[in-house]
């Protein structure tokens, strides 16, 4: 595998179910981030992991909850979403987070929420 | 705070015509980065270019240009003699450097539709 993966690609899910999504990076970086596009607003930032410490929550509901155990990966675990939170989850990857350093996307899990 | 704007939501071009992607930014920053990303249907991510605020040297890639206007506050994107697998759609991006996390704000994104 290169580049950043994710799974799964698609899930659909109802409003009482627990489900989680996974990002690998196989690129060395050390910075990891969750995104949501949909088609109602830009992309949006969720969370940042620099060195798999969260150093962003850009005012997230609680009922997403992220996990970064080492540097190469990265969960979003979800539980009693609503239909609003039907979106496309982007998962990227930089080296050390810092400022400028071009991201790179996985394709994304598309979440749809019953 | 900062915001980018891509104030063309889609445009429809022939084959071979060129294509030119406007992008508007605000930030408080003196030192800034701006980016370019293509989202293709399958919807990944592709990264094109990166740019800092203290290099204004317009820049071309192959089809690709890049026009960068700090008096305009502008990064605008052309795709010279356009071709059918251009389609897709076209976000531009800013970090600003005090920005923790290396926070990325993108744009509405621009799609792009080349007929042949």
């Known amino acids: 595998e290169t580049g950043v993966t994710q799974t799964p690609r698609h899930l659909v899910m109802g409003m009482t179910n627990k489900k989680s999504l996974k990002c690998e990076q196989h690129?060395?970086?050390?910075?990891m981030y969750w995104y949501k596009q949909s088609a109602k607003k830009p992309l949006e930032l969720m969370f940042v992991?620099?060195?798999?410490?969260?150093?962003e929550n850009n005012s997230v509901p609680s009922r997403f909850s992220p996990e970064c155990p080492n540097s190469s990966h990265l969960f979003l675990h979800l539980h009693t979403l609503q239909p609003e939170d039907s979106a496309l989850y982007l998962c990227?990857?930089?080296?050390?987070?810092?400022?400028?350093?071009?991201?790179?996307f996985g394709p994304g899990t598309r979440l749809t929420v019953l | 705070a900062q915001k980018v704007t891509q104030a063309q939501t889609e445009i429809s071009v022939v084959e071979k015509e060129d294509v030119t992607l406007d992008c508007v930014y605000e930030?408080?920053?003196?030192?800034?980065?701006l980016f370019w990303y293509k989202q293709p249907p399958s919807g990944e991510l592709v990264f094109l270019i990166r740019?800092?605020?203290?290099?204004?040297q317009n820049e071309i890639s192959g089809r690709y240009s890049w026009n960068f206007q700090k008096s305009t506050s502008s990064f605008n994107f052309t795709i010279t003699a356009s071709q059918v697998v251009d389609s897709a759609v076209y976000f531009c991006?800013?970090?600003?450097?005090?920005?923790?996390?290396?926070?990325?704000?993108f744009g509405g994104g621009t799609r792009v539709l080349v007929k042949p």
């Open positions: 990227a990857s930089s080296q050390d987070g810092g400022r400028g350093n071009e991201q790179f």
């Open positions: 690129l060395g970086h050390n910075a």
């Open positions: 992991y620099s060195l798999e410490e969260r150093v």
């Open positions: 930030t408080r920053d003196t030192t800034y980065y």
């Open positions: 740019r800092n605020s203290f290099d204004e």
């Open positions: 991006a800013l970090s600003e450097a005090e920005a923790a996390g290396n926070k990325l704000t």
